[in-house]
């Protein structure tokens, strides 16, 4: 694999392969990851994207428009995974069959709805039979495109549309689900987790690697959501900053079962530095609420320590 | 010379994907149309096609990856039955609407519940409105033949739709017959080298599939596909009629059998025709009795004009339905067909029966006392309701009349 210095200027001055004039959100998360992951490709290697029913989709594909500068498949909304198998089986034959000459990557893109939840299956058969394919999840922690859902990606205490804050109910009551620990004993070729930090270097890097190691490829790309999380679209590069440096998203990658820690704090931020600017955490620093961002802490440490563990 | 063998449907129709050999079979097992995709899985094994198999996790996987192969430019097949169709529902809207032509060995079986294995319609008739192609079978040879006509049709580009090529489980799947085989050459022949227009991979081109289409365009995208169904009709006979002179063998919308004279008709789809060409036989042999029938061979484009025509001169007629709608007036077969002759002004009696549900039997005898009926019917101008059933137990209900 190629591996150079990693040059910010450089890399944000390749051409865009998402097209501008999109109706994605300003201070979307979701879009950031699109582009950022797509400009890992090499500027001679072709690509087919898939997309599963989302924001993204909706938004990126509305005809007679399309957004993307490559060839690009929207299915259903939980069958990414599956769609994008059958294509990368359709080149490996037609390239046996010398119908193809050009190289493609094959690169998709669904939401947490669409993934963790009911694309879950989908996804777990395509890593499963181990398809030359990336599955990026752009995490944005529920159904934002119907209206902010809980979803299995959901943080507890998290303030959703069907996990309500109220007087009876603090939010959501189930802590997240691991997606990329499950999809990691998978045993497939590439897991990385990655968000936006240090000018795109980490994301930029791993989506390199997912997209150039052979065999089935899965990053968790934790990407805001200004409308579901209630942040001003200018906080949303310290929240990233904040989701690492508190440990609440730790930035790591598995390759050939070995895992690997991408990025450790210096110093390990309270928790309370990641949810202060969200407004779907904001009834948690209500006085009586000091216990559940309690709880929050300790589940994040008990995760940590797990992690650095499986690290060493 | 065509080949001689004895085979069972789904022997059939995996021997034809040999022929064929398709880019990609992505497919889940399920009773009973499991055999297809091992035989076709053992094929591989040996070498003897070099089509790529995706063991999918399940059935709307089947499909969804089907599409996706097809999409990108690949001959793409799957094969399933019963609840497996029923899991892909949301994905045969997506490959009819994206023009996709992709060919589905259906093996017919009872929809769930109570759970049940054996051949009935349910499962077809009720993906009527999803933009298929339907081809339906009496026999094996029938089989092996629509399959291989599948293609021409679903790649023509005066169609690009799917089509489901469809057999009655265990019935034909399992039951082994005598059959004609076609020369491998001449099968590949005949259906021809896969080659679209747009897809995925192309080398000069790039492509977008399956866009967010507001009010402004949705509307125009069902008519499309309303005008492939229309032009299908034409594609369906210039197959058949290229089939015709490869293989000697007669295909049509639907199948005739004694109806130049007939006065009394049963429409019916599939392998139970073959049970009702004996009572017909044995009929009109016994007492001279001018009855017929007619064997709908293709479902979806509906035959409408061709139907009504061919019972224009009959006085009763009897609707067979092998699977449930719970409409207030008939089965979806006799739906279609009332409406054909409502349409045409035609004069004849009608009466439309359930039978064979969840696989059971029925017999010549059923179709004789239906002839009688109909005979009956004719005379008295009284049809008892506007739908029957054959071969249910009595008692088991108290129908409200």
């Excluded at chain 1, 998709?108 to 299956?121: A, K, L, M, N, S």
């Excluded at chain 1, 959501?225 to 949303?236: A, L, Q």
């Excluded at chain 2, 040879?141 to 580009?157: L, R, S």
């Excluded at chain 2, 439309?352 to 005898?365: A, C, E, H, M, Q």
Aim: hydrophobic content about 40%.
């Amino acid at each position: 694999m190629e591996r150079t210095t990693y040059n910010f200027k450089e890399v944000m001055s390749k051409p865009e392969r998402l097209a501008p004039g999109h109706r994605m959100c300003a201070g979307c998360g979701g879009t950031i990851t699109v582009r950022t992951v797509l400009r890992a490709l090499k500027e001679g290697d072709r690509a087919v994207i898939g997309n599963a029913t989302g924001c993204l989709e909706v938004s990126s594909f509305m005809y007679p428009y399309t957004a993307y500068e490559d060839s690009y498949i929207h299915n259903a909304f939980e069958n990414a995974g599956a769609t994008l198998s059958g294509v990368e089986t359709a080149y490996n034959v037609l390239k046996k069959k010398g119908k193809i000459q050009d190289t493609f990557k094959f690169i998709t893109f669904g939401g947490d709805g669409g993934t963790y939840d009911i694309g879950f299956q989908s996804l777990s058969g395509a890593m499963e039979r181990g398809h030359d394919m990336v599955y990026v999840c752009y995490d944005n922690g529920a159904y934002m495109n119907t209206g902010t859902q809980r979803s299995s990606a959901t943080p507890q205490y998290a303030d959703t549309t069907t996990t309500p804050a109220g007087k009876a109910s603090a939010g959501k009551v189930q802590v997240r689900k691991d997606l990329a620990a499950i999809i990691a004993q998978h045993h497939v070729a590439y897991v990385g987790q990655s968000t936006f930090t240090a000018n795109f270097k980490d994301l930029y890097t791993k989506a390199q690697k997912a997209i150039y190691t052979p065999g089935a490829a899965f990053l968790n790309v934790m990407s805001p959501c200004p409308r579901g999380w209630g942040y001003e679209p200018s906080e949303m590069m310290n929240i990233c900053k904040m989701a690492v440096d508190t440990c609440y998203w730790p930035l790591f990658e598995v390759m050939e079962g070995k895992w690997i820690l991408s990025y450790e704090p210096k110093k390990k931020m309270p928790i309370e530095e990641f949810l202060r600017p969200q407004r779907r955490f904001r009834h948690l620093f209500k006085k009586e609420n000091e216990e559940l961002i309690a709880q929050i802490q300790l589940e994040i440490d008990k995760r940590w320590e797990e992690l650095r563990n499986k690290c060493n | 010379m065509a080949i001689r063998e004895r085979l069972s449907g789904n022997e059939a129709v995996a021997y034809a994907i040999k022929q064929i050999n398709p880019d990609v079979m992505p497919a889940f097992p399920i009773t009973p149309s499991t055999e297809i995709p091992q035989y076709v899985a053992n094929y591989i094994a040996n070498g003897e096609i070099d089509t790529e198999f995706i063991p999918v996790e399940s059935e709307h996987s089947a499909m969804s990856a089907t599409v996706g192969a097809c999409a990108a430019g690949a001959r793409a097949i799957t094969a399933t039955s019963s609840c497996g169709m029923a899991l892909m529902w949301e994905e045969l809207y997506v490959a009819a609407s994206n023009r996709l032509p992709i060919v589905l060995a259906l093996v017919n079986r009872a929809l769930s519940g109570p759970i049940n294995i054996n051949a009935d319609h349910s499962d077809s008739m009720g993906a009527r409105d999803s933009g298929w192609i339907q081809i339906y079978a009496e026999s094996n040879q029938e089989v092996y033949d629509n399959y291989i006509q599948a293609f021409p049709i679903a790649e023509d580009k005066r169609v690009q739709l799917p089509v489901m090529v469809c057999q009655d489980g265990f019935i034909t799947s399992h039951g082994v017959e005598n059959i004609f085989l076609v020369e491998d050459d001449k099968v590949k022949c005949f259906v021809g080298e896969y080659e679209p227009e747009h897809y995925l991979l192309h080398p000069t081109e790039r492509m977008a599939v399956g866009p967010y289409a507001v009010s402004n365009y949705y509307m125009e995208t069902k008519r499309g596909q309303r005008q492939a169904m229309i032009q299908a009709r034409q594609v369906i006979l210039e197959v058949a009629a290229k089939f015709k002179e490869m293989t000697g063998r007669t295909y049509s919308f639907f199948e005739e059998y004694k109806m130049e004279d007939a006065e009394y008709a049963v429409v019916i789809i599939g392998s139970a025709a073959g049970t009702c060409k004996a009572a017909v036989e044995q009929i009109r042999n016994t007492t001279g009795k001018k009855v017929g029938l007619i064997k709908i061979r293709v479902f979806r484009p509906f035959p409408e004009k061709e139907i009504a025509e061919a019972l224009s001169k009959v006085k009763a007629v009897a609707i067979m339905d092998r699977s449930e709608m719970f409409s207030a007036t008939s089965g979806p077969l006799g739906a279609e067909v009332r409406a054909a002759m409502y349409q045409a002004h035609g004069t004849a009696q009608v009466v439309n029966y359930f039978y064979g549900l969840g696989g059971r039997d029925i017999t010549v005898s059923d179709f004789e006392k239906i002839y009688d009926n109909l005979e009956t019917i004719a005379r008295t101008h009284i049809v008892t309701g506007m739908y029957e059933y054959i071969g249910l137990r009595e008692g088991t209900l108290q129908e409200e009349k």
